[in-house]
């Protein structure tokens, strides 16, 4: 059973904990990490969510998952890395992008509240290197950044990035750190 911090809508721990299942069905606040990585050519790495996951199974989207009880985020979203895609990211080679709150709808009453950390990090892995959670991921692939615009211009409902409000900024984000490597 996965254990999770509860913090408040200001996004601070409240000292209290409990299981992933009692915190999604009573709509209790917590945190998630993700992890945009890219490689030195500037493509940027998806993986295809596992068949058997609840949530956007077979759908494309970045690493990353729920924060422990105990853990940072950065330390988090090293361990879902390295779960995932069976990498090691170093601390020193991940930066943090931005944090924002979600409020989405849960089941048929509840709502699905958390802080999203996203992080991005530059590796030089191969795709053939990584080695999958075939329970939570089924395959990865690197992608241009002007593949994913025609994937969000295009609605590609196989990629679970297409319904992000956000999406455009992100795009943009990542372009920025492109640019940095070139």
């Known amino acids: 059973m996965e254990i999770l911090d509860i913090v408040d809508e200001r996004n601070e721990l409240t000292g209290k904990t409990a299981s992933r299942e009692e915190i999604h069905n009573n709509g209790l606040w917590h945190r998630k990490a993700t992890c945009w990585i890219m490689n030195e050519k500037g493509e940027i790495l998806l993986q295809k ?27 988090g979203v ?50 053939e290197e990584y080695v999958l959670q075939k329970e939570e991921v089924s ?25 992000w409000e956000n999406i455009n900024d992100v795009i943009a984000e990542l372009k920025r750190q492109r640019a940095k490597i070139k």
């Open 49 to 75: 969510i596992a068949k058997q996951k609840k949530n956007n199974a077979g759908k494309w989207t970045r690493i990353g998952g729920h924060i422990k009880a105990g853990e940072t985020p950065l330390d």
């Open 78 to 127: 090293i361990r879902e890395v390295r779960e995932e895609i069976g990498i090691e990211l170093k601390k020193e080679n991940i930066r943090l992008l931005y944090i924002r709150a979600f409020e989405k709808p849960y089941k048929e009453t509840g709502l699905h509240r958390y802080w999203s950390y996203n992080y991005f990090a530059l590796v030089n892995y191969k795709i």
């Open 139 to 163: 395959e990865v692939k690197y992608m241009k950044i002007e593949e994913m615009e025609k994937i969000v211009e295009t609605n590609n409902q196989d990629y679970a990035f297409v319904k």
